[in-house]
């Protein structure tokens, strides 16, 4: 089954404290992105990954990193999180020729 | 740059009666449009895509849209709702395929 799985789905944390929020897919998909969602703005990218070893910004990567080492696996790592990262987040993916992404069930982040 | 205006926030009808959510989006090239639905605690799932062709695109669960180029809109419609409709719609463009900008949402509120 094609699926794109997020870890942990929820998780509460304190300032300051390093976490790493992990996404995979079984898709073979070349391209994966992060993007958080807030009420009233959407959903926003955070980063974006064309291809294994390639990485760009989004609109508001400020606080957060990550790395593509393999081609499944996109984390998401906050270094030193605040509380203005408290939000919900996606991981994406899709397939280099195609225009559809592919939505994680999303991980609730709370910093306290 | 591409934006997206959703004009409703929460849309409130009744069940069976039909429904109309807007999106309005702006940019200076093509682009392709999606609607997207998030249920309560759920995961993005596409419900339909505009990419080229007919300007009238048919989607799951009953739900089509209208492109119109001229007005830059992607208006959802569905004739009749039913009570599992009530959801979070999210209208998204992307140029070239890469990044979604989404809108930021309209709750859709079905009420017997």
């Known amino acids: 089954e094609a699926q794109v799985t997020q870890n942990p789905r929820y998780l509460i944390t304190v300032t300051g404290k390093k976490l790493t929020v992990t996404c995979s897919q079984n898709?073979?998909?070349?391209?994966m992105s992060w993007y958080r969602q807030d009420p009233g703005l959407g959903l926003r990218q955070i980063y974006y990954?064309?291809?294994?070893?390639?990485?760009d910004k989004g609109d508001v990567p400020e606080g957060y990193k990550v790395s593509r080492k393999e081609k499944r696996n996109f984390p998401l790592i906050l270094e030193s999180p605040s509380p203005n990262q408290t939000s919900l987040y996606f991981c994406a993916t899709r397939h280099g020729g195609t225009d559809t992404q592919y939505f994680g069930p999303g991980t609730r982040l709370t910093v306290l | 740059a591409q934006s997206v205006t959703q004009l409703d926030s929460q849309v409130p009808v009744f069940e069976e009666a039909p429904v109309e959510l807007r999106c309005n989006y702006s940019?200076?090239?093509?682009?392709?449009l999606f609607w997207y639905v998030q249920y309560p605690n759920q995961g993005l799932q596409l419900l339909l895509k505009y990419l080229s062709g007919s300007t009238l695109v048919k989607g799951i669960n009953g739900f089509e849209a209208e492109f119109n180029k001229s007005q830059t809109s992607f208006h959802l419609r569905k004739p009749s709702v039913h009570i599992s409709d009530t959801a979070e719609y999210f209208c998204a463009v992307s140029a070239y395929g890469n990044k979604l900008v989404f809108g930021a949402g309209t709750i859709l509120r079905v009420k017997s």
């Open positions: 898709m073979n998909h070349e391209y």
């Open positions: 990954s064309m291809n294994v070893e390639v990485t």
């Open positions: 940019s200076s090239v093509s682009v392709y």
